[in-house]
């Protein structure tokens, strides 16, 4: 009887909690904590039916299933189900009452303790949830149950109920609690995988939902079987109407042949199969690329492919635009594609023809390889600069081919920007002018210069006679303009013809061009009339008069010299008129009319002849020109003779003398130099002037070599400005020293700072090689110049010679005391003799003199004298030195 109570009691609980476990799955999911009240309750409930099943071994005493129940709550629900539930039981015992009311509340909370050690033990790993272990679990909380009746009742209760149900209960409610776990522990794992595919399913749609693609299920007959698409645009129709439709719904016939064709060969195959489209859409016609694979699909139903399309509208009109770009960048301009540093990564087929670099040789390299050097830093400056700002530049530059050739192009430059908006890449074009330019030139040159002889014409001269003189006005430099007829000229066409004389004409513009600088300019008016522009010429009206004289002649000496052509020696002088400007604000049309003047004036005074148009400016000309011819003429007479000034040492006296030239003029009477070196240097004279003073010198050093109270003397002679630099001049000198006899060692030359400046190397080389034969070098005027430091170290120099100018300024100047006294310690320094010019009373000597200056010349010492008296003066000195001594 308590047997099948049991058993009964089992079963009911059994199916109640089996029921529980099903009905609550998606409930419990949705509301967990509340779920585990409702199956704390539900257990509960369990165990109250279960007690309230007869099971009585006698009255008050009470066997069921609750502890099976219980145990599997705290198992499988854990402390919150199994508290509840326990409450529950618990509670119901205590209303029932009776003997077993303590051990019945005893087996309350002992399944609920077993089963949430088992549910630790479980968790930790200890034990599985298997039938066996159930099983093993389900007869110690049995055998727990009877141990409890056993120890909680008097023995005359407890043994004789323990002994009525104790096989009936081992052997009905072990394997109940077995079987309720395993049921359990199904029905929770069946739970967890449906749970984790509904995941699975709602992942995977969230993906196909956030994908930007169309993903479509279409089966073999060509019937849309699910639609999954985010953008609206990209379908024929809403997705909702499309279902079940086919494809010849929304395609024409052979468009869907070819759909079926591509579905039925992705069928056959088991990898991807891609297919590009065109259709119409909601958004407009786009064009898409499919990829299909086959869809297992249940053997009842259709085969499918699941096909996943991209619209690639963009990337083929991407595409399109690049093939189209391409066939533009195959142009006739020659085009070229760098990166953000200029370094070529593309050229085209034009680029190689105008340029000469093949694309393997540009690749790589910056634009800097078609630099032509023509262009300087503020022209790529400015160009960058419009870039930057504009984002292009289009312009006229020269660049170089790869044979060096230099020809002119107009180039565009743009620059691209990425998305972030920095310059990714720049594009340049450029189209080769060269024949433009060639063009352009030839009618530049038809426009302003003369087709015969390619001279500038009259418009062109008049142009720059203007900017002529407005840089004359400017910088304070006059110009001349001369008008050049040649003479007779007419009789060469009348004898000779016209072709002639135009080869006449030729021959006499290229004389013109070759005897003046290239900053002149040289134009032909017509007929036999040309102009002669020149600039710069000087700041002083005389000297640039002079200067324009000088040239004058030059060219008449040019244009008289016979012209041969085949066999003829034709002959025809010039006429030439000369006028300054920048003196004055005339026009550039009165100018030409005073120099047309000025050239018929020479006409009439006989032809071949210079004339000025200023009667005043003519008159300083002659005068130059009578002087130049009266210094050949003196230098023939040997009229120009030497004068000596003293040069004394504080402790020895009389050391030696400055050889000074002299002009003893025949009418005008003795001379000093600057009343003719400066017409000497401007006639070439100057350098047979120099070789004159030199022979004199070494003369007289050979003629007091031969007395002994001047044996000792030296003799200083200035060097002119560029005597050093000629070819001979070395040997000239050395010549003049052996012929007459004078010793080396008693020469000392005098050069300027400026001098040395010019060539230095040349200077250093020339001046050793004097040195090795004894003579000595001073440098004159010292402080006047540069007075480079470095020079002073390199010159083989014996000498410092401190200019009067600043010895005039002692002894109250402070900065001519100054540069004395610096002069002074540079010369101690590096070991020179240093000597002072210009001394003209004893306050200066006694400064120079404690300033470290122990060499003395000027008027307190004696003035430039003839020889015959510088040989007194000197006998004189020498005799007071010898008896003061």
Not at 868 to 885: G, I, K, N, Y
């Amino acid at each position: 009887m308590i047997t099948n109570t049991l058993v009964e009691n089992t079963i009911v609980l059994f199916a109640l909690c089996w029921l529980l476990a099903f009905s609550s799955r998606d409930w419990t999911r949705r509301h967990a904590l509340s779920a585990q009240y409702l199956a704390g309750v539900w257990f509960g409930a369990a165990c109250i039916v279960g007690m309230m099943i007869p099971s009585a071994a006698q009255d008050g005493l009470v066997f069921d299933a609750r502890t099976v129940v219980l145990s599997m709550a705290g198992l499988f629900g854990g402390p919150l189900v199994a508290g509840i539930a326990g409450l529950l039981a618990g509670g119901f015992r205590i209303w029932i009452g009776g003997v077993g009311v303590l051990p019945g509340l005893a087996n309350v909370v002992m399944p609920i303790v077993l089963g949430l050690a088992y549910r630790s033990a479980y968790r930790r790993g200890m034990l599985d949830i298997g039938p066996w272990q159930l099983l093993g679990f389900g007869i110690v909380l049995h055998l727990c149950t009877l141990a409890l009746v056993l120890l909680l009742l008097p023995s005359s209760i407890g043994l004789p109920a323990v002994h009525n149900v104790a096989w009936s209960m081992m052997l009905a409610l072990p394997p109940a609690t077995a079987a309720l776990g395993l049921l359990i522990k199904d029905l929770i794992k069946r739970n967890e995988t449906e749970q984790a595919l509904k995941f699975s399913e709602a992942r995977m749609r969230a993906i196909a939902d956030a994908l930007p693609d169309l993903l479509l299920v279409i089966d073999e007959d060509g019937r849309y079987l699910d639609i999954i698409c985010s953008e609206r645009s990209l379908l024929y129709d809403d997705a909702a109407r499309l279902m079940g439709r086919r494809l010849h719904d929304v395609m024409s016939p052979a468009e869907e042949q070819r759909f079926l064709e591509f579905i039925h060969q992705t069928l056959q195959s088991s990898s991807p199969q891609l297919i590009e489209y065109s259709m119409a859409t909601l958004g407009g016609q786009k064009v898409f690329e499919g990829r299909a694979l086959p869809l297992d699909m249940p053997d009842t139903e259709k085969r499918a492919v699941v096909w996943l399309s991209r619209d690639v509208t963009d990337r083929v009109n991407a595409e399109l635009e690049q093939r189209i770009a391409a066939i533009a960048f195959e142009s006739q301009q020659g085009m070229l594609i760098t990166d953000a540093d200029n370094r070529i990564i593309r050229v085209n087929k034009a680029f190689t023809e105008i340029s000469g670099y093949s694309a393997e040789e540009a690749v790589g390299q910056t634009t800097s390889l078609l630099t032509s050097g023509k262009h300087g830093p503020d022209f790529y400056r400015a160009m960058w600069a419009s870039i930057a700002a504009t984002g292009t530049w289009s312009g006229e530059i020269w660049n170089r081919r790869k044979s060096g050739e230099v020809f002119p192009e107009w180039l565009t430059i743009s620059s691209v920007r990425n998305a972030k908006g920095t310059i990714s890449h720049y594009v340049a074009a450029f189209t080769d002018i060269t024949d433009r330019k060639v063009a352009e030139e030839r009618i530049h040159h038809l426009a302003f210069y003369d087709p015969l002889t390619s001279l500038p014409n009259r418009r062109l001269l008049l142009d720059r006679l203007r900017q002529a003189m407005a840089s004359s006005t400017r910088s304070g430099q006059l110009g001349a303009l001369m008008f050049i007829d040649l003479d007779n000229f007419k009789n060469i066409n009348d004898l000779h013809g016209h072709q002639t004389g135009d080869e006449v004409l030729q021959l006499a513009a290229a004389r013109l061009t070759a005897e003046v600088r290239a900053s002149d300019t040289v134009a032909r008016l017509g007929g036999d009339e040309f102009v002669v522009m020149l600039e710069s010429l000087a700041s002083d009206p005389e000297q640039a008069a002079t200067l324009a004289e000088h040239i004058g002649m030059k060219l008449l000496i040019s244009l008289d010299q016979p012209y041969r052509i085949d066999d003829l020696s034709l002959h025809s002088s010039a006429s030439i008129g000369v006028v300054l400007f920048g003196e004055d604000d005339s026009s550039s049309e009165e100018l030409m009319k005073r120099a047309d003047m000025s050239m018929y004036e020479a006409k009439m005074s006989g032809k071949n002849a210079l004339r000025f148009f200023d009667p005043h400016m003519q008159q300083a000309v002659q005068d130059r020109l009578r002087l130049e011819e009266e210094i050949r003429q003196g230098l023939t007479a040997s009229e120009f003779v030497l004068h000596f000034q003293p040069q004394l040492e504080q402790r020895r006296g009389l050391i030696g003398a400055e050889a000074l030239v002299r002009w003893r003029h025949p009418q005008r009477g003795l001379l000093s130099p600057g009343a003719f070196i400066g017409q000497a240097e401007h006639a070439g004279l100057i350098h047979e002037l120099d070789i004159v003073v030199l022979k004199q010198a070494c003369d007289q050093l050979a003629a007091w070599a031969g007395h002994p109270h001047f044996a000792e003397l030296t003799l200083a002679v200035n060097l002119s400005a560029h005597l050093l630099y000629q070819d001979n001049f070395i040997t000239r000198l050395l010549d003049l020293l052996q012929r007459s006899g004078a010793n080396p060692q008693r020469l000392k030359l005098e050069l300027t700072e400026t001098l040395l400046l010019d060539n230095m190397p040349e200077a250093i080389a020339r001046m050793n090689q004097l040195k090795a034969h004894g003579i000595r070098f001073s440098i004159d005027d010292f402080g006047t110049g540069y007075s480079s430091m470095s020079y002073l170290q390199q010159l083989p120099l014996d000498q410092l010679k401190i200019d009067q100018a600043f010895v005039h300024g002692l002894p109250g100047d402070a900065a001519s005391l100054t540069i004395v006294r610096a002069t002074c310690a540079l010369a101690a320094g590096l070991g020179l003799e240093v000597i002072a010019e210009g001394v003209e009373n004893e306050q200066q000597r006694a400064l120079l003199l404690a300033n470290g200056c122990h060499r003395f010349q000027g008027y307190l010492f004696g003035k430039p004298m003839p020889i015959a008296e510088f040989e007194r003066v000197a006998h004189d000195l020498m005799t007071s030195e010898a008896v003061d001594s």
